[in-house]
């Protein structure tokens, strides 16, 4: 897995276009739902898919384990980029998460 810190954030051209499409949705999900983190993935067909934390008395999940959730039942078999806004540091249960499900060959921005 490779782990890029983006703050600040970085000239837009630093990324490629898909890793910038990836932080404007976890950027809008995140403000959209005033959620303590947003998320965004790129599974290995090129479908993305964005989330945000879940914090209810009865339900907690980060907003990466969403994203995973998200991709797992649609059928990814992969994913290719992930970003992370609004943490400082990847949890390590969200590290965990996606070597299992994708290796370490995934670039992971945090934001």
Request: proline content about 4%; glycine content about 10%; aromatic content about 2%.
């Amino acid at each position: 897995m490779t782990l890029t810190t983006l703050n600040p954030m970085p000239d837009p051209t630093a990324l490629s276009a898909e890793d910038r499409k990836l932080v404007t949705l976890a950027r809008a999900t995140r403000a959209r739902t005033g959620a303590a983190e947003g998320a965004a993935v790129r599974d290995l067909d090129g479908r993305t898919y964005a989330g945000a934390t879940v914090a209810l008395p009865s339900l907690q999940v980060s907003a990466v384990g969403v994203c995973l959730a998200m991709a797992l039942s649609s059928g990814a078999k992969g994913l290719e980029a992930v970003v992370v806004m609004g943490a400082e540091t990847l949890a390590e249960v969200d590290a965990e998460a996606i070597r299992e499900f994708a290796g370490d060959g995934v670039v992971v921005h945090l934001a």
